[in-house]
């Protein structure tokens, strides 16, 4: 969207009173999101009537805008995260190989379990390099600066890399996982019996789960071993994901980061679906997926996957997003006592009423907590609460997530959009108060998740 609003200042020649208006507007909104450098430029562009293309390219090239970057011709692309990183993992063998073949006959993808296959080699391993990032990065984190851990073992040591693929369709992920990261620390869940059948001929040490991915139980499976040097440990999710099961198979591994089952997840997605992640505040694609992975995940984009790259081809573009989980001491950290089904609750009531204001949207929920007309005016009218003491610690140690955290005085007539994924916590905190052990409090093993997907126990 920004991109957008660059294009068509740029593209101003008029001298009238709006155009100026409208790119002063345009500058403030850059300057406010961090792009200091082209706000000057447009600041030039308009009292001097230069381009921005008429200063330095030194600092062109140094300006950034929410993931985009601008090239030495001043257009503007995003930014593939390609930069080399430490691994256990020999990552320059990954290498483009051809895809699988599909078999003659009845073998042809469903749109009923939304499949498209994965055609292209160089793409395949981009995305295995970039898996392997993301997983190397989050099993070598440590909470609080404790060992790494599975929470509720008493085991401390570095845990090996344990991938599952989701839905592996004919293998094109597959094939090339097994040489890098070694068969017996893979295990794929696939709930097409045709897929199953196909890649246990074709790698008949594999483990294949035949199993519908909503119901698979993560915390469980997170303790059984892959092999016999294994004693079980955190998961690293890859898959090419079903466009129309995205949300929830999100929601799934979010809640399993309760338990530090799940460090990291590398899948594709529809493009629109990535950009909602992490989008900031105050644009049209926030919304709720944004507030839960933005609080449960470091959230980014790797690169977009253009439809041709996949059999059939889809009619849109898709994304390989990378989440890193920051784990359930983080994750109490940044609540600091809140619980999160509290959370899902503010959450979707104000976000069911987008266009309305806070105060419209969650005056049903605060009634069904509070009780009274009264009380939920007070509510309503009320000052934001303190900081946490924690909360305020982090600030002082330049923590993005708290900085964010600090409610506005008329919160209540904000839009939904123009809230951090911090101050939705504080509203709740309001609403519903917070467990004072906040640091050993229980995280459920399910609230973003739908009830009938996975199991029930807590």
């Given at each position: 969207m920004t991109m957008v609003f660059v294009s068509e200042c740029k593209s101003t020649q008029r001298s009238d009173a709006a155009a100026t208006v409208a790119c002063i507007k345009i500058t403030i909104f850059l300057t406010i999101f961090s792009a200091i450098p082209l706000a000057t430029c447009f600041s030039r562009s308009i009292i001097t009537g230069h381009s921005?293309?008429?200063?330095?390219?030194?600092?062109?090239?140094?300006?950034?805008?929410?993931g985009w970057v601008q090239d030495n011709d001043?257009?503007?692309?995003?930014?593939?995260?390609?930069?080399?990183?430490?691994?256990?993992?020999?990552?320059?063998?990954?290498?483009?190989?051809?895809?699988?073949?599909?078999?003659?006959?009845?073998?042809?993808?469903?749109q009923s379990l939304g499949q498209n296959y994965l055609r292209d080699g160089n793409t395949v391993a981009k995305i295995v390099r970039a898996f392997v990032k993301d997983a190397t990065e989050t099993l070598a984190r440590r909470n609080d600066g404790g060992d790494s851990k599975l929470e509720g073992s008493t085991q401390q040591t570095q845990r090996p890399l344990r991938a599952i693929e989701l839905g592996p369709g004919a293998g094109a992920l597959t094939d090339v996982l097994i040489p890098t990261i070694g068969i017996t620390n893979l295990q794929c869940i696939e709930i097409d019996g045709r897929s199953v059948e196909l890649l246990s001929d074709k790698h008949p040490e594999?483990?294949?789960?035949?199993?519908?991915?909503?119901?698979?139980?993560?915390?469980?499976?997170?303790?059984?071993?892959?092999?016999?040097?294994?004693?079980?440990?955190?998961?690293?999710?890859?898959?090419?994901?079903?466009?129309?099961?995205?949300?929830?198979?999100?929601?799934?591994?979010?809640?399993?980061?309760?338990?530090?089952?799940?460090?990291?997840?590398?899948?594709?997605?529809?493009?629109?679906?990535?950009?909602?992640?992490?989008?900031?505040?105050?644009?049209?694609?926030?919304?709720?997926?944004?507030?839960?992975?933005?609080?449960?995940?470091?959230?980014?984009?790797?690169?977009?996957?253009?439809?041709?790259?996949?059999?059939?081809?889809?009619?849109?573009?898709?994304?390989?997003?990378?989440?890193?989980?920051?784990?359930p001491e983080k994750l109490r950290r940044r609540l600091v006592g809140v619980r999160p089904e509290d959370l899902r609750n503010v959450v979707t009531s104000v976000f069911q009423k987008r266009r309305k204001t806070v105060r419209n949207g969650i005056r049903k929920l605060a009634m069904k907590v509070l009780g009274d007309e009264e009380r939920v005016k007070l509510f309503l009218d009320s000052e934001p609460l303190p900081l946490p003491e924690v909360v305020k610690m982090d600030r002082d140690d330049g923590d993005a997530f708290a900085l964010g955290q600090e409610l506005p005085r008329d919160w209540a007539s904000k839009r939904p959009e123009e809230l951090t994924p911090g101050q939705f916590i504080e509203i709740t905190r309001m609403l519903y108060g917070a467990d004072e052990d906040w640091e050993t409090c229980p995280l459920r093993n399910k609230v973003w998740r739908k009830l009938n997907h996975g199991s029930n126990s807590n």
């Open positions: 921005c293309h008429d200063l330095p390219l030194t600092l062109r090239q140094k300006t950034t805008l929410q001043g257009e503007w692309q995003w930014q593939e995260d390609d930069a080399p990183y430490p691994s256990s993992v020999a990552t320059s063998t990954i290498t483009a190989t051809a895809t699988p073949t599909l078999p003659s006959g009845s073998f042809r993808p469903k594999l483990t294949i789960r035949h199993q519908d991915v909503l119901q698979v139980d993560y915390p469980s499976l997170a303790k059984q071993p892959f092999n016999n040097n294994d004693a079980g440990g955190p998961l690293s999710i890859i898959g090419n994901l079903p466009y129309y099961i995205t949300s929830q198979i999100l929601f799934a591994l979010a809640d399993a980061s309760h338990t530090d089952s799940i460090r990291s997840a590398t899948v594709t997605m529809q493009w629109e679906v990535g950009r909602r992640i992490i989008a900031p505040p105050s644009c049209k694609d926030y919304g709720i997926l944004t507030v839960v992975f933005q609080l449960y995940a470091d959230c980014s984009i790797h690169f977009k996957i253009p439809p041709t790259v996949f059999y059939p081809k889809p009619k849109v573009d898709s994304a390989l997003l990378g989440l890193h989980f920051v784990g």
